[in-house]
């Protein structure tokens, strides 16, 4: 369980902070809740407790981890899909999944195309995102700015 002022990160939302844990009547239950305020927007959000992981909602990864963070965006990929819409879909998916790992794949995929084929709009927003996501993650993670943290980015992906 996590507590007032835990900084946490949100699927495609980023990095957040609980501002609560408010305990609400719904539909005759009484449920408890994390009030999680999105550090990038402000917009806050009503997790219930009980599921927490089951949405994603997890801790920043520890500092060490930034290392496999570099690894995964130093990797050949798999496969990038010749299908826009399917490779959008797709991505979609590994975004959602919460994963650091899964969104630093989506944007060195990205990355990648980019260099050989104009993106369309939706991957342009999305490759955009994702670095946020990740660099965001990575600065609070070490405790340097975001824009340190993106140099890290672009240095692994030469």
Excluded at 4 to 33: A, R
Aim: one cysteine or more; hydrophobic letters at 35%; a positive charge.
């Amino acid at each position: 369980m996590y507590k007032i002022g835990n900084t946490v990160v949100y699927p495609s939302h980023g990095l957040g902070i609980i501002e609560s844990i408010e305990e609400k009547n719904l539909m005759g239950t009484k449920q408890k809740f994390y009030i999680l305020k999105i550090m990038e927007k402000g917009t806050r959000i009503m997790i219930p407790c009980d599921n927490a992981e089951k949405v994603g909602l997890r801790e920043v990864i520890p500092s060490n981890d930034v290392r496999k963070v570099v690894k995964v965006l130093k990797e050949k990929p798999k496969t990038i899909l010749p299908n826009w819409n399917k490779r959008y879909r797709e991505s979609v998916e590994k975004i959602k999944s919460g994963s650091i790992y899964e969104v630093a794949a989506v944007f060195r995929n990205l990355s990648l195309l980019s260099k050989d084929k104009k993106l369309s709009f939706g991957e342009k927003k999305m490759l955009c995102e994702t670095k946020h996501l990740i660099s965001s993650e990575i600065s609070r993670a070490k405790g340097i700015t975001e824009q340190q943290a993106e140099k890290i980015l672009d240095t692994a992906l030469k």
